[in-house]
């Protein structure tokens, strides 16, 4: 398995513009979870889902954060309007239901609002 | 509120020396976990720690968990200069993982 997929890797953009990440996760995992990683707040969970269903967004900052899994196999954050404080890495990792199982992390996004 | 602690924030450590990395968390919890992170890169599945008493190994890591005290420790033994990383632990409480602060660990030759 390629593991979790990110894109873009790399996003820089001006303040108020909208700005969509994009995650695949392994297939046949059925969580899926948005992280963001800064260096004053650390790691920080944003929001996830299991099997689709958004269940707990309480760590999304603002209403400018909106979270979608269409899919089991696609999910977006989306930042509109962004601003500079939002710079930060979003990780996106998935896990299997299991007493054992992991969260695998993606490669990030490492988000720049000018 | 669940809080999880971590130190130290910083170590450096010459190769061949043993140390131990500590995690105290504030409520009870599902499970423990451990990911390595190197600079500008993702965080990397150390060990998952189940039950208390659990005690896994990897190379020269070793993770332990005493739910009891709330506390997990990661120790390292005859530490050569591939660790060199930051070293989180994690603590899932309904699904939800609450990191520690990280621990940044140099190893010096």
């Known amino acids: 398995d390629a593991g979790v997929i990110q894109s873009p890797r790399h996003e820089v953009t001006e303040m108020g513009q909208e700005v969509t990440l994009r995650c695949k996760p392994i297939?046949?995992?059925?969580?899926l979870f948005w992280y963001r990683q800064t260096m004053m707040r650390g790691l920080e969970l944003l929001i996830y889902f299991n099997n689709n269903v958004p269940i707990d967004d309480s760590g999304m900052p603002e209403d400018r954060f909106s979270a979608k899994m269409p899919n089991a196999s696609f999910s977006t954050l989306k930042i509109q309007p962004s601003e500079p404080r939002d710079s930060a890495v979003y990780f996106c990792?998935?896990?299997?239901?299991?007493?054992?199982?992991?969260?695998?992390f993606g490669p990030g996004t490492r988000l720049l609002v000018l | 509120e669940l809080k999880v602690e971590q130190n130290p924030l910083f170590l450096s450590m010459q190769e061949g020396k043993n140390y131990t990395i500590y995690c105290n968390y504030s409520t009870t919890s599902d499970r423990l976990y451990w990911y390595r992170q190197d600079p500008g890169k993702s965080l990397e599945s150390l060990f998952v720690l189940l039950s208390n008493g659990a005690v896994k190994q990897e190379g020269r890591l070793m993770a332990s968990l005493d739910t009891k005290a709330r506390l997990s420790t990661l120790h390292i033994t005859a530490a050569v200069h591939d660790l060199s990383a930051t070293y989180f632990c994690?603590?899932?409480?309904?699904?939800?993982?609450?990191f520690g602060t990280g621990t940044r660990l140099t190893i010096i030759p």
């Open positions: 297939s046949g995992h059925d969580y």
């Open positions: 994690a603590v899932e409480n309904n699904e939800k993982l609450t």
């Open positions: 990792a998935s896990r299997r239901t299991s007493g054992s199982e992991t969260q695998y």
